[in-house]
C-alpha cells in the first residue's frame, strides 16, 4: 500500500497547490475590484461635479436668453417707432422720433441739440403699441 499512499500523497499536494494558486488568483482579483470601485467612486464623484455645474450653467443660459428676448424686443419697439417718427417727420427725424419714443415710456428726456441718439432711449417691452396714430 505504499504506492497507493504516495498516489494519494501527490493528488493531495496536487490538490493544495491548486488551491494555493486559486487563493492567489482570486486575491489578484480583490485588488482589481478594490481598484475599479475606487475609480467608480471617483468618476461618481465627478458626475456628480458636472451636474451641478450642469444645472448652474443651464440656469445661467435661460436668464440670458430672456434678457436677449427682452432687449430684442426692445429694439423692435425702438425700431419700429423710429421708423414712425421718420415718416411723420420728414428725412431727419429728431426731436420728434424722440418725443414719440417719450410718449411710448422712454425714460430719457429728448436730446436738446436737435440730434436724435437712440442708445439713450429704452422702450419698456409691456408699452402700448398705439402711441403714434
Given at each position: 500500500m505504499s504506492g497507493a499512499g504516495e498516489a494519494l500523497q501527490g493528488y493531495n499536494?496536487?490538490?493544495?497547490?491548486?488551491l494555493a494558486e486559486l487563493r492567489a488568483r482570486r486575491d489578484e482579483l480583490s485588488g482589481r475590484i478594490r481598484e475599479e470601485e475606487a475609480e467608480r467612486?471617483?468618476?461618481?464623484?465627478r458626475i456628480a461635479a458636472l451636474t451641478e455645474r450642469l444645472a448652474r450653467s443651464s440656469e445661467r443660459l435661460a436668464r440670458h436668453l430672456a434678457a436677449r428676448r427682452q432687449l430684442d424686443a426692445s429694439i423692435a419697439e425702438s425700431e419700429a417707432a423710429?421708423?414712425?417718427?421718420?415718416?411723420?417727420?420728414?428725412?431727419a427725424p429728431s426731436l420728434q422720433a424722440a418725443k414719440v419714443l417719450s410718449a411710448a415710456g422712454a425714460v430719457r428726456a429728448p436730446v436738446p441739440?436737435?440730434?436724435w441718439d437712440p442708445m439713450a432711449f429704452k422702450v419698456p417691452s409691456s408699452s402700448?403699441?398705439?402711441?403714434i396714430p
Amino acid at each position: 500500500m505504499s504506492g497507493a499512499g504516495e498516489a494519494l500523497q501527490g493528488y493531495n499536494a496536487a490538490l493544495l497547490e491548486g488551491l494555493a494558486e486559486l487563493r492567489a488568483r482570486r486575491d489578484e482579483l480583490s485588488g482589481r475590484i478594490r481598484e475599479e470601485e475606487a475609480e467608480r467612486g471617483r468618476l461618481q464623484g465627478r458626475i456628480a461635479a458636472l451636474t451641478e455645474r450642469l444645472a448652474r450653467s443651464s440656469e445661467r443660459l435661460a436668464r440670458h436668453l430672456a434678457a436677449r428676448r427682452q432687449l430684442d424686443a426692445s429694439i423692435a419697439e425702438s425700431e419700429a417707432a423710429y421708423g414712425k417718427a421718420a415718416l411723420r417727420g420728414g428725412a431727419a427725424p429728431s426731436l420728434q422720433a424722440a418725443k414719440v419714443l417719450s410718449a411710448a415710456g422712454a425714460v430719457r428726456a429728448p436730446v436738446p441739440c436737435g440730434e436724435w441718439d437712440p442708445m439713450a432711449f429704452k422702450v419698456p417691452s409691456s408699452s402700448n403699441n398705439s402711441v403714434i396714430p
